[in-house]
Nanobody
Framework: QVQLVESGGGLVQAGGSLRLSCAAS????????MGWFRQAPGKERQLVAA???????YNADSVKGRFTISGDNAKNTVYLQMNSVKPEDTAVYYC???????????????????WGQGTQVTVSA
């Protein structure tokens, strides 16, 4: 029932900015955790940022101070604002919606939920 549609990926130069969007349909945004994962070639998929039902946010250490996750409940859309991007940020980025209402544990994000199709972000040096 949950469909996630991503947009905003592409090619950007190091130091530049990019904004990813994920529009969710099938359920409301407010009481479910949402997040962004990324997966680089040969590496495991990792959580980049999350916004919880409590409106608290989480950011991986590698992106703190550079990436910002936000949500618009009225539009059922979550965003990832990527600033000061680095070549190491190159990956396929996936939108994620947790399957459990009131989810607040980012350590289990990605185990049960819904995924977008992924969008490629490439950062050139």
């Amino acid at each position: 029932q949950v469909q996630l549609v991503e947009s905003g990926g592409g090619l950007v130069q190091a130091g530049g900015s990019l904004r990813l969007s994920c529009a969710a349909s099938g359920r409301t945004f407010s009481t479910y955790g949402m997040g962004w994962f990324r997966q680089a070639p040969g590496k495991e998929r990792q959580l980049v940022a999350a916004i919880l039902w409590s409106d608290e946010t989480y950011n991986a250490d590698s992106v703190k101070g550079r990436f910002t996750i936000s949500g618009d409940n009225a539009k059922n859309t979550v965003y990832l604002q990527m600033n000061s991007v680095k070549p190491e940020d190159t990956a396929v980025y996936y939108c994620y919606a947790d399957a459990n209402e009131f989810s607040d544990d980012v350590t289990i994000f990605g185990t049960t939920g819904y995924w977008g199709q992924g969008t490629q972000v490439t950062v050139s040096a």
